[in-house]
Nanobody, 116 residues
Framework: QVQLVESGGGLVQPGGSLRLSCAASGIIFSIYNMAWYRRAPGKQRDLVAAITSGGSTNYADSVKGRFTISKDNAKNTVYLQMNSLKPEDTAVYYC??????????WGQGTQVTVSS
């Protein structure tokens, strides 16, 4: 069964850190391009960070220098390290896996709330 399961979300104070994890199953993880998206209340789902199968990364301007995406092929897991969190980072964060030409895969999402 193809599945992405996120974990690591929660409530954190401004300036704090969280690490999200996304465990993949049912796919050959190492050949997938992986990404993290987020949807803030009342807004569309936006790309946060992405990592290719070869390890190249890119980030939304709003998180550059604060967030880091990484992956461990041996553990079939992609991570999102989030530092210096701001209230505007509050959103549901979704893991995404892509390998053309198959349909993209989505996790169920994990809530991140940044508030004092």
């Amino acid at each position: 069964q193809v599945q992405l399961v996120e974990s690591g979300g929660g409530l954190v104070q401004p300036g704090g850190s969280l690490r999200l994890s996304c465990a993949a199953s049912g796919i050959i993880f190492s050949i997938y391009n992986m990404a993290w998206y987020r949807r803030a209340p009342g807004k569309q789902r936006d790309l946060v960070a992405a990592i290719t199968s070869g390890g190249s990364t890119n980030y939304a301007d709003s998180v550059k220098g604060r967030f880091t995406i990484s992956k461990d092929n041996a553990k079939n897991t992609v991570y999102l390290q989030m530092n210096s969190l701001k209230p505007e980072d509050t959103a549901v964060y979704y893991c995404n896996g892509r390998k053309v030409p198959t349909a993209p895969i989505w996790g169920q999402g994990t809530q991140v709330t940044v508030s004092s």
